[in-house]
Each structure stands twice: as C-alpha cells, then as structure tokens.
C-alpha cells in the first residue's frame, strides 16, 4: 500500500528585512515533515537568493509567471500550485502583498496563487510601525480576515528600519504552531467533534445605566465569545449567542440575541437554557449596578456618589437550572500577582459557581485579553490545568473547544 502523500506548504516569501527568516521557517515547518515549497516575489530575490530555499526544500523556487519550464509551456503553473498545495503561509508578507491579496489584484505568481486556491491561507506581517498601523493597513487586514485568511500578528520592539513599536515578524515558533494548529484541526476533522451539540454562548461587556446617557461598563470587545461561536458553528454545533453591545458582525449559521445589562443577559441565558447542552459564559459581566438609575442626565455639580447593588449570578443559576448533562464552561478574566494565584482565583471561582471547567486569563498582560485580538489562557478542570500560550483569538477558541471536546467524551 502506498504511503499517504506529505502534508504540503507553499511559503510566501515577500520583499522585506524579515525575508531571511524565512529560511528558519522552512527548517522549523521540515523538522514536522511537512514538503515545504517556496513562492517567492521579485523584491524578495533583493532580500534572499533563490537559491538558498532551493537547497534547503530540493524544491524549484518559483519566482514569475512566466518561468514554466518544469511544466514545458503548459502556463499554468499557478493553478497546478494552487491545487496541489495543502495550505499557503505568507511569511514575511508586506503591506503591499496584503493589499493584493485584500483587493484581488494578480499580478505576480504569489498573488495569482492566492487567488486561485482553496487551501487554508496564513499570513505573517512585517513592517514599519506606521505602515502597519495605517488605516489601510488594518482594512485590508480586516478584509482578509472576513474572507477566512489567518492573520499571525507581529510583534512589537525594535525595528529595522530604527523605529520601536508593532511590526516585526511573530517569532518563528509562533508561525510554526499557528501552521500545526490548522494541520491538527484538518486531521482530526473538527466539523463533526461537535454536531449534535447546542452551544449556548454569552459574548462582550455588559452595561449599566447609572442615568440616560451614562452607563457602567468594561473595555471587552466580544472577540472571544465570538470566535468561540465560530469555532463552535465550523465543529458542527448549533450556537446561540447571547451578545452584550459590541461592533462584531453576527458570526454565519448562529442565533444571535442581543442585550444590554447583566440583568437581561440572565433572563435570556435563562430562557433559552433548556435547549442547551454546552454553556459557555464567555461574557464580560458586570459584577455591580446602581441601585437606583436617574432619570434625567445627571449634571455636574460636585462629586457624586453612586450606590451599587450585585447583579445575577448568571454561572451560578445555569448551575442550578441546567439540565443533566449540560456542560458549564465559566471563564475568570483576572490581574494576578503571578501564574498561582491565577489558578487558585480561578479554581475558586469554578467551585463557587458550580462549573465543569473554567478558562482562566490574565488581562493585565499587555495588548491580550480585553479589546485584542489576541488572547492566553488557562484550561482548568477539577483534575487537570491546560496552559495556551499568547494565540489569535480564533486559535484559542478551537484550542478551548479541543477541551470541551475531551471533557465531553471524559464525563460520557
């Protein structure tokens, strides 16, 4: 019997400083067994020589659309790229690759092929501090993320170019587990792990009025409920998504219910709790509301003193009224003294709430947690800690969903 075909990636490479990195790219994706081939741009060849990734994959470089001579004049070596690779990383990819990419402009090999295959498609960023926070920058990023590319966020510090700040190539161990990830989801062909399931999801910041105008709140996006609905929808489950007010679009294939306060959130999650049989309390709700709500738009005349009053437990009535066998997932946004005291707060508050597990997360870590797209946790159980290093919100979720998965098959 034949042995089965070696996962394939074709890497991207495109005109910048971090171009050399690649090379450390195609070693570190080798040393999984994966066939790395190489795309590479005509400013990349300013950067890196063909030659170097030629010896390293004992692969052909392709560098044009026009050089088809391992085809012999079929011209179309693009579509036979396209169609035989299992997943396309770009990394580095400039500003300029992702605007291509994000406009549909095809004017070279590497855009062309991007256009014309179907495979998963990762891009890592690199570049100057400003380019990547222009507004063109982040709606073109903003654009390919809705059409389902991954974006593997750079980091932050010094520059090439002299400058400090967001912009230098993720490090290559993060290229490379980003890469695994959507190998390991291929492989164990997550869109059936969840069919039969109904996920219910709360999502964003709950608000409470303290008069017509003003409210009490906190700085959640909703990015991690709403990854966690998608993850969830792509696994094959139903999803109901309860959302406090947030920007995000409505995730495909989901039920979405809008709300505002903790109080209506616990109505809602209540309401539609006996269809349920995963919850997952993603949402940022808000612990206090005032007492009493002023009806006029409070002037300021001096100081004020505002009385509060808890909200709903909502973890804790799901607890109660849930039915046997529906899993409770609580999560615990925390600013810790250190790795310990996280677990043990979040240990705590699982028991306190009657939780299956909680998903525990330091937000006083810079640029993760709330209002970010990228996100650590920890997986906690009664028996077990499962550390997720710093990811994009939509990895974390399929990671999470991973435990609730075994969770699941462990509890029968």
């Not at 490479?13 to 994966?34: D, F, M």
């Not at 069919?195 to 910041?205: K, Q, Y």
Request: a negative charge; aromatic letters at 4%; glycine letters at 6%.
């Amino acid at each position: 019997m034949p042995s089965p075909l070696p996962f394939k990636v074709t890497l991207g490479v495109t005109g910048g400083i971090a171009a050399y990195k690649s090379a450390e790219v195609v070693r570190a994706l080798q040393r999984h067994s994966l066939d790395v081939h190489v795309v590479m741009t005509r400013a990349a060849e300013e950067f890196v020589r063909p030659l170097t990734f030629a010896s390293l994959t004992g692969h052909k470089v392709i560098t044009s659309l026009w050089h088809t001579d391992a085809y012999e004049g079929a011209g179309i070596e693009h579509i036979s790229e396209a169609q035989s690779t299992n997943l396309l990383l770009v990394a580095p990819a400039t500003a300029d690759t992702l605007a291509k990419f994000a406009h549909g402009l095809a004017d070279d090999f590497l855009s062309t092929l991007y256009l014309a295959t179907t495979a998963p498609v990762l891009v890592a960023p690199a570049m100057n501090v400003n380019m990547w926070n222009h507004a063109a920058t982040q709606a073109n990023l903003a654009t390919l993320r809705q059409r389902g590319v991954e974006i593997i966020e750079p980091g932050s510090g010094y520059l090439a170019c002299g400058m400090t700040g967001s912009g230098r190539l993720a490090e290559i161990d993060e290229i490379v587990h980003a890469v695994l990830a959507h190998i390991q989801r291929l492989d164990e062909n997550p869109a059936r792990d969840l069919a039969g399931e109904t996920v219910l999801i709360t999502a964003g910041g709950t608000r409470e009025p303290i008069d017509p105008v003003r409210f009490i709140g906190n700085r959640s996006s909703g990015r991690m409920g709403y990854a966690l609905a998608e993850a969830a929808i792509a696994r094959g489950a139903k999803v109901i998504l309860i959302s406090a007010p947030t920007a995000l679009a409505t995730p495909a294939g989901c039920e979405r219910i809008d709300v505002t306060t903790a109080s209506q959130m616990h109505e809602a999650v209540l309401a539609h709790l006996p269809q349920a049989t995963i919850v997952m309390k993603a949402a940022a709700v808000s612990d206090f509301r005032p007492t009493a709500v002023a009806p006029q738009k409070l002037k300021r005349t001096g100081p004020l003193t505002l009385l509060l009053e808890p909200t709903e437990d909502i973890a804790q009535s799901v607890a109660v009224h849930r039915n046997p066998g529906t899993l409770l997932i609580a999560f615990a946004a925390e600013t810790p003294i250190d790795t310990q005291d996280l677990i043990r707060n979040a240990r705590e508050k699982m028991g306190r709430k009657g939780a299956d597990a909680i998903v525990a997360n330091d937000v006083s870590q810079p640029a993760l947690g709330f209002d970010s797209e990228r996100n650590a946790a920890t997986f906690i159980t009664p028996t077990r800690e499962v550390a997720f290093p710093a990811q994009s919100k939509s990895d974390l979720a399929h990671r999470i969903l991973d435990e609730v998965a075994h969770l699941r098959t462990a509890m029968g």
